[in-house]
């Protein structure tokens, strides 16, 4: 096979890749810029995708399976408002519980929903979009015009939200409540209110990156299919230095590694497959190192802020 | 530091010493050597003093480590179960999700009820059910388990009157075999999710299976690293698919779906495992191999009703129906002629035992 | 500052008791919620909750089952315990839990002659040191390069939990090599049966050891105190001048360590071989049961008691009311929440009267 094609090719699957990890760690960014730290990102993608599922499957449009992760998504990201905004609740152990919450409550409504059948209920999925011309440019045409709608969405979202956080008045509101919260409220900056607003919001964005697992990558619902992704959209938002773009970068960055585990696989030569399975975690552990010491994370990242 | 590790070495010596002078050693059998207090008069291949039983009368349940919706091992533990509950009327019992540490509390529970059956899926859990095989003599214990083409599997297992390894064997063979008249690229490919006995029993015959059928084809056979990332074994296997590989097959729950995706979306064949998988992604499932575990378990089933239970190890071959092949969907027309026949050939071949003791 | 701190010190032991008690009842509202779902997805609530009940404390078995579960709990509530009294987060648990695992098998297997006296010792701290170095790796990483612990621990437990498998299908394998796990450890590295009958083991006590050595360690060492200063305002213990970085080092250690026991006391007390599968989320538990402890020895004892009851009675209530086991993890999500809620209601209804009483004051002044 031509080599430029090879690596359109590989270009093509890390796009695709990356686009869950992307859309959970933008809905991270919006939580961190106004001070929350939330690791339950795992919990609500995993219950997103079985929600997109059933939405799908119900009402019988991928659209609406997407609004229905949404939905579940904003419950998700309500509580963990109420536990760490209203009552401020330590934020990793709400994160913690939300995960176990995500993984045993999609279990069981997963077998309410579509009982038990040995064959798998197939839904309506994102077809692809060919963008008409653009995806005739050799090598990046395919992998940059040539996907399913949610991939374009979430691409859009990174100038979108890079524009909303840093150049409009709500954008820098939400960005001082996540560095002092106690000036941003002698400001007369609704402080609760904002970081409600971005729990919100950032859970329902997590929710399409979980929707786009169950829904745009295959068309099914499984157990623990997000397989660790919202942590690694976790590393992806520190790496990505807390910015929209960066955390594009690192999506990709994470996911070529699941590229290379393939190619090494298929190139035959002999690393055990456990150390292959190993490989996006040590890299972003490097990454991590690399570039954390220049991360600077919003000042009051993690610390619950009480008013008066 | 130093001192850290110091006082905590001289506590554990403390507790280590009045650990062993304070109790009885503990009453666990030594799992690595033969147990010698065993019966004489029971040998493999008997049961002590056989009544008959009536079936509608049994108790039988399936202990698994999944959840019974996972398209593969757990699911087709509980498709035996159920039909047991349809055919015979008993209480299609099962549990799920159980923890290698807990496997041992589930065991004990049925076995003080007297269960006549109890089937302990998977080979991880082979230390319990060994231990607790002999410690309640009066159940009849099904470990499933996965036989390699090889027979090195039978090293590995005890000889306890009322404990059955039980399987199909030489699926990957029957796989294999097809698999080699499947492709025009002379490049095959099979993946596992992880190298576990009930997964490695099948990757240890495709290559032998292949050979039947196909004497140059590349056969490639790994491990995707994943039974649930389905995602990951899609872009696996189109790898695979991209390098020139023609026909796939995968063998790793619901991951495995992800390889027939990938099949159907590159245009090339796949062969479902597990289930009949054709619905799954029909321009690509040619067809599928399933372990024919609700046969296998009805007939271990009636052997106990029927008191000709057999100990040790218990394996279906071909011959012995322990691995089905699903119907064509249509695929006998969308094939090329010589492909249906060399197929529908060396099915039947492979059963009836024409090419070897399969 | 100083003074400060001291009091923050103190009012937060005093109000220990008072949250426990809080957190009981919380759970017991969980609880009540739960049966309520159980309800809702069509099985009995009231024979799923005797039969939970009967599974976790009704015979010597049960008990004894309520025993086993408790003793890694108890060891990687206090990994998180220590960790979050530095101003860490361990998420590395389950990791540095089957690193300790590891470790402790190889030492049960590979070393010989050595009578039980030493052996079992050995194989402890063997264990012990495999948490260890795993949990400083992380800290180190945060030392070093200013990398969040929250994110390293959690990578850290897939990349260790792939290496066990690796290990356990490669160099470990028991011969010939056809199941994935270990040979058995030698009978001289075993823990000893507790009550007979039943598989509790003596890892149960020195669980409880170590817990008294926990409560040594913070409130009774100068480097215990200054780890607990840190973890209320770590700026202000680098201006008081205590070396932070050294007590992060310190405490990531001792904490992976911890988890480390968790997972060796299970080999040398229940698996007696390693396999890839060994804990079933003990790690992500200790979260829970550090939380219901309020990160207090006897906390986290009660805490480990209450998660290794659910456990026990879980297998119960799956096996006797026909409940699907992932309903007891939506149980102890809602557990969670409704402690934390709890908490805060108390703080939140504590701060109420303490203005209630300035304005008294005020006014009759």
Redesign the interface.
Known sequence: ?DLLQ?IG?YLF?DIR?AAPVLLAGLGLLLMNWSGLLNIGAEGIMLIAALAAVAGSHFFGSVWMGLLLAMLAGAVFGLLFAVLTVTLRANQTVVGAALNILGLSLS?TL??VF?G?E???T?VDAYKVLEIPLLSKIPVIGRAFFAQMPIVYIAFILVPVIHYFLFKTKPGLNLRSVGENPRVADTLGINVYRTQYLATIVGSMIIAAGGAF?STG??N?F????V?GRGYIALAAVIFGKYRPTGIMVAAMIFMAG??V???L??A?VGIP??F??MIPYVLTIIALTIFASRAVAPASLGKPYKRG | ?KK??AI??A???V???V??AG??????P???QPDVSKPEDTKAGDVEGGDKKDPSKMKVVALLS??????GWN?IC??SVKNLSEKYGIEAEY????????M???IR??AEEKYDMIIVHG??F??SAEELAREYPDSHFCLSYGF?VDE??A??VQDIPNLAYVGPVNMGVLIGAIMGILTDNNKVVFLGG????AITDIVSGIEEGVRLTNKEAVV?T?????L?????A???A???I??GYDVVSASAN?AQ??CL?AAEEKGVYALGFN???Y??APDAVVLSVMRNYPAIYEDVFLSIAESKWKSGMVVYTLKDNGTIVSDWHGWDEKLPKEKVDAINDVIQKLYKGDLGDY | MKALITTKMKTQGKAGAQQILVSFSATVFALALGMLLIYAIGFDPFSASVAMVDGAFGSKNAFG?TL?KMTPLIFTGMSYALASRCGLTNLGMEGQLYMGALTGTATGIYVSGLP???H??LT??AG?LGGALWGLIAGALKVRFGASEIITTVMLNTIAI?FI?YMV?GPMIEP?G????T??VR?SA?????L?GT?A??GF??AI?FVV?FWLFLWRSKRGYEVRVAGLNLSAARYSGIHTDKNIL?VM??AGGLAGLAGCN?ILG????M??????GYGFDGIAVSLIGNNTPFGIVIGALLFGAF??GG??M??RAKV???IVSVVQALVIFAVVASQMLLDKWNEYQMKKIHRQESEEA
């Not at chain 2, 999944?66 to 398209?71: A, E, Q, R």
């Not at chain 2, 549990?95 to 807990?102: H, P, R």
């Not at chain 2, 790994?222 to 994943?226: E, K, P």
């Not at chain 2, 649930?228 to 990951?232: E, F, I, N, V």
Request: net charge negative; hydrophobic share 40%; aromatic share 8%.
């Open positions: 096979m090879t090719g699957t890749m279990t997963n077998r579509f038990i040995t064959t798998v197939k697992l990558l295959l099914f499984a157990e623990d299919m397989a699941n590229v585990s393939n190619v696989q298929v035959g497959y456990t292959l399975t | 530091m850290c590790l905590l070495m506590v554990l010596m507790f280590g010493a650990a062993i109790c009885a050693p503990k009453d666990k030594d799992v690595s999944g959840v019974i919706t996972d398209n699911q509980y498709e549990n799920e999700n159980i923890a290698v540490s807990d041992a509390e589930y529970t049925y080979s991880q082979k230390a390699r090195s599997t090293d590995q992880q190298d576990i006995p490639t790994d491990y995707l690293g994943t649930t990332d389905a995602d990951l899609k872009e696996r189109t790898a695979f991209n390098d619901t779906l992800g995706y289930g009949d998988q619905g799954v | 089952e086993v039980a006296v030493l079992l010792p402890i701290l012990f792939s498998d299908n010939p056809i199941n994935c796990q040979q058995p009978s075993q823990l000893p049966n507790l007979s598989r083991h003596w006590v020195i050891a050595l310190l250690f001792l299970e229940i698996q007696i071989r396999i890839p599968e060994i804990s079933p456990r026990a297998n119960r799956q096996i699907p086991n992932a």
